[in-house]
């Protein structure tokens, strides 16, 4: 069974640190582009972050960049989000991301360019 799930959520206050922890199983994941994506209640999915399957590349959203850090061990099947000075409009619940073809990079920023995901971890970001 190919799967993807994710850990790390919880409660943080503003300004403080998550990682969170994406694993695969079922298959390698080494081969394709990951992300993350996340939704807030009442909101769209939308694009966080992505990494290419060599790691060469990183992508961001505006709303994360300079504050978020993906990274991935192949070797281990994991994805990681690294998640700095949070704000609360960072709560959500966050989804990780497999593409489905292999060395393709697309519309990266797309969910609709993803063919796995996980069940999601809640963020919450609140005094």
């Known amino acids: 069974q190919v799967q993807l799930v994710e850990s790390g959520g919880g409660l943080v206050q503003p300004g403080g640190s998550l990682r969170l922890t994406c694993a695969g199983s079922?298959?390698?994941?080494?081969?394709?582009?990951m992300a993350w994506f996340r939704q807030a209640l009442g909101k769209e999915r939308e694009f966080v972050a992505a990494?290419?399957?060599?790691?060469?590349?990183?992508y961001y959203s505006d709303s994360v960049k300079g504050r978020f850090t993906i990274s991935r061990d192949n070797g281990k099947n994991m994805v990681y989000l690294q998640m700095n000075d949070l704000k609360p409009e960072d709560t959500a619940i966050y989804y990780c991301?497999?593409?489905?073809?292999?060395?393709?990079?697309?519309?990266?920023?797309?969910?609709?360019?993803?063919?796995?995901w996980g069940q999601g971890t809640q963020v919450t970001v609140s005094s």
């Open positions: 991301a497999a593409r489905d073809l292999s060395y393709q990079i697309g519309n990266i920023k797309s969910p609709t360019n993803f063919g796995t």
């Open positions: 079922g298959r390698t994941f080494s081969n394709v582009a």
């Open positions: 990494i290419t399957w060599s790691q060469s590349i990183t």
